[in-house]
């Protein structure tokens, strides 16, 4: 729970906005090789990845037969016929896979124990990186990855982040993530930025303000209910397509801002009930404070038909709060 | 168009037909095992009077069986990796120290319905705050106790997996008539403090807490309010599972294992024996003294008014409806207006959790349902457990004359 009078949350949002900021940023990691990958991944998931080049990397997400979103993930096109997925949900992943993929040559391992990833990011995170890599980043593309190394030691950089701003992800050899992670600690210093200390601001309340969700967030959306219509590619087959696309024409629920008017939301736990006229119109996946916009914010899954403006209350004490975009700065 | 059909939610019938919802069964169970706990804490004020050793003597063996769980020093190391990262999600972008150890309190927390929230989440400190607790009848010998199964916890979350590296105050506590329960964790080489022994655990902290005001507090937690509990990462616990977590793990904790250090506190056996049962039957008693209390019952239960006040069958479906609350699952043998025969599997009855068997529920709970049926019936009645060797047992309310009764 963050509250407005937090120092040291402020500060680490608004090392974030304003300067650049570094903290440990490991996911689980599985990692897909075979001649049947690209057709495995193209099946799992909702976004084209037979057009996702080698070097470059998709935000993308998951449905079951029901065509509702169980996991949004990074696929990282590695190399020719391998790929590494970046998701919260390893240990389910695998599974998940295993079981829609018989019959095709591919091979499937977890490897978050053996690659650590550090985020950099913030509008000075490339002053930050010609500091900290061998070889100049460059011009490289967002969602791109690329080889590099940092003092010798050998390292994938990703150009992506969970911020919305201008930022890199460094994957090294997780025996290597002390001597890492020190060098990032002074390359971020002398970019002028700092150590994030605050999960909740990097977790919640700065993903939050732009928009970005979590897994926990899509609970029972098809992707056409939660803005991410965008990474749906129509022409081509997928797990829940069918039943995503019926949700599509005739949605039930769609996923919205909330701003509350109190200064706290101590009553406020993840999915907790929205009420408009006292009757429950859906639920609030999580409350947070956004030091950017200064105000209590959360995201919720609300009946379809409320509308952006509506006046709704949200938990057991009648918290109020106004239906806005999910998207806050 | 008509609807064809009605709602359906999960609940059970009383003997009389009345439903319970699962919430309301929850609830019950929480409170019913804090009841239990409450007694037993009785019999041990009885035994030793020093609130310091006893005190304490279960905060020693609670800790000892928390890390018990983890399994073997070795094991224990790997707990949070093994454990915590794949039945938490506890992503790999954590770090782990004893902060996680936050994450584990707050899930059991919440799967008792004890109403509150994180308050501060990061790796010099954690603080959380209760608004309700189920347990905050017992006293402060518990509180105590919880602190010490929290040191576990933190313990096991340490980043060597033996040896936290934070001070753990409760600085507050319901069952001390606080207005919150407050735990805070302050990491030791950041804030400057010692390890602490066992009966240091309610200091004041060193930063500033923060106070929820009442109009925020909430009254339930969050799988009543919500039907669910989701921890920081996102893992779920529906109410269903929580509500069989506590039917196993609540007994555990606060019954089973402060019972093993409240034995040692008694002379001997028989002698604690004696006064448990004293205990438990007197707590019967008091259960049904008012007029209202038993009036309350009928209604809760829906028995008619065609039924006598001294009919054992009342006691018989309180007793029922006592097994439907804790899952326990039974048959019934005889429902006359003379005798109730409830057949139950001995080792359901003992065992809540199969690896840890509390055989003395059948003790306080023939005590207590016997000095129930003399106030909730009339002292023409009585309940007694037959068979408890056995692998079925009965549980009778029968008429019978008791000249030492308890």
């Known amino acids: 729970m963050l509250f407005r009078n937090d120092e040291r949350a402020r500060l680490d949002s608004e090392t974030i906005r304003k300067s650049v900021g570094w903290y440990r940023w490991t996911h689980d990691l599985v990692e897909i090789k075979g001649k049947d990958a690209s057709c495995v991944l193209d099946m799992i998931y909702v976004s084209n990845m037979l057009k996702v080049a080698p070097g470059r990397t998709k935000y993308t997400c998951m449905l079951d037969e029901q065509g509702e979103i169980i996991d949004d993930v990074i696929v990282m096109h590695m190399d020719e016929d391998t790929y590494w997925v970046s998701t919260l949900y390893g240990p389910r992943l695998i599974p998940w896979i295993e079981s829609h993929c018989q019959g095709k040559d591919i091979a499937m391992k977890l490897i978050t124990y053996d690659w650590d990833m550090y985020a950099v990011q913030g509008p000075d995170s490339d002053k930050a990186m010609d500091e900290l890599l061998d070889r100049p980043i460059g011009k490289m593309k967002r969602f791109a990855v690329a080889e590099n190394s940092i003092g010798n030691i050998p390292v994938y950089i990703h150009r992506s982040g969970f911020t919305g701003e201008n930022g890199y992800e460094v994957y090294c050899d997780s025996k290597a993530t002390g001597q890492i992670k020190e060098k990032i600690a002074v390359a971020v210093e002398k970019a002028g930025g700092r150590e994030i200390y605050t999960l909740e601001v990097y977790v919640r309340s700065i993903p939050m303000e732009k928009g970005f969700a979590l897994k926990q967030d899509f609970k029972h959306l098809s992707p056409f209910e939660c803005g991410m219509g965008w990474a749906v590619d129509t022409s081509k087959d997928f797990i829940g397509k069918e039943a995503a696309l019926a949700r599509k024409e005739n949605p039930r629920f769609r996923m919205t801002g909330l701003v509350f008017d109190w200064e706290s939301t101590e009553d406020i736990s993840i999915w907790e009930r929205v009420y408009l006229y006292g009757v429950e119109v859906g639920r609030c996946s999580q409350a947070i404070y956004g030091y950017t916009v200064d105000r209590n914010i959360g995201f919720a899954t609300l009946r379809a038909n409320v509308p952006d403006g509506a006046k709704v209350t949200v938990g057991p004490n009648g918290s109020p709060a106004t239906v806005t975009s999910k998207v806050f700065c | ?406």
Not at chain 2, 101 to 128: C, H, L, P, Y
Not at chain 2, 164 to 181: F, I, P, S, T
Not at chain 2, 245 to 261: I, K, L, R, Y
Request: charged fraction near 30%; aromatic fraction near 10%; proline fraction near 4%.
């Open chain 2, 1 to 406: 168009m008509l609807r064809e059909k009605l709602g359906t939610a999960k609940c059970f019938r009383t003997a009389w037909g009345k439903l319970i919802t699962e919430e309301e069964a929850y609830t019950q169970i929480n409170r019913q095992i804090a009841a239990v706990c409450a007694n037993l804490f009785q019999v041990m004020r009885i035994f030793e009077p020093s609130w310091e050793k006893r005190t304490e003597a279960i905060c020693e063996i609670a800790n000892m069986m928390n890390m018990a769980v983890a399994g073997t020093p070795e094991d224990q190391k790997e707990y949070v990796n093994m454990s915590l990262y794949e039945a938490f999600n506890i992503p790999e972008l954590c770090e782990k120290s004893s902060w996680l150890g936050g994450i584990t309190g707050d899930s059991g927390d919440e799967w008792e319905n004890m109403a509150g929230r994180v308050i501060q989440f990061t790796r010099d400190r954690v603080e959380k705050e209760l608004d309700t607790c189920p347990w905050d009848i017992v006293g402060s010998e518990l509180c105590n106790m919880t602190t010490s199964m929290f040191t576990a916890n933190f313990d096991l979350a340490s980043s060597n997996g033996t040896e936290n590296e934070v001070a753990l105050n409760m600085c507050q506590a319901r069952g001390c008539g606080n207005k919150h329960c407050r735990v805070v964790a302050e990491r030791r080489d950041k804030y400057g403090l010692k390890k602490q022994e066992w009966l240091e655990h309610m200091q004041q902290p060193v930063d500033p807490i923060h106070d929820t005001p009442r109009e925020r507090m909430v009254k339930e937690g969050q799988c009543l309010r919500n039907g669910q509990y989701t921890q920081a990462f996102g893992e779920e616990t529906s109410l269903e599972e929580a509500y069989h977590w506590v039917a196993q793990m609540g007994w555990v904790w606060s019954v089973q294992f402060p019972m093993m250090a409240i034995r040692d506190m008694a002379p001997d056996e028989d002698e604690f024996m004696r006064v448990f049962r004293i205990v438990f039957a007197t707590a019967g008693k008091n259960q049904f003294i008012e007029p209202f209390a038993k009036e309350g019952l009928r209604q809760h239960l829906g028995v008619p008014h065609s039924i006598d006040d001294n009919d054992g069958r009342i006691l018989g479906s309180y007793i029922m409806y006592m097994l439907d609350v804790q899952q326990v699952p039974y048959e019934m043998e005889r429902w006359t207006e003379d005798e109730t025969w409830i057949r139950v599997k001995t080792e359901d009855f003992t065992a809540r959790y199969e690896m840890a068997p509390l055989d003395e529920l059948v003790d306080a709970y023939e005590a207590q349902w016997n000095g129930a049926a003399k106030t909730l019936v009339s002292p023409e009645w009585s309940c007694v457990i037959d068979g408890r060797e056995d692998e079925d047992m009965y549980i009778k309310v029968i008429r019978r004359e008791d000249p030492r009764m308890l």
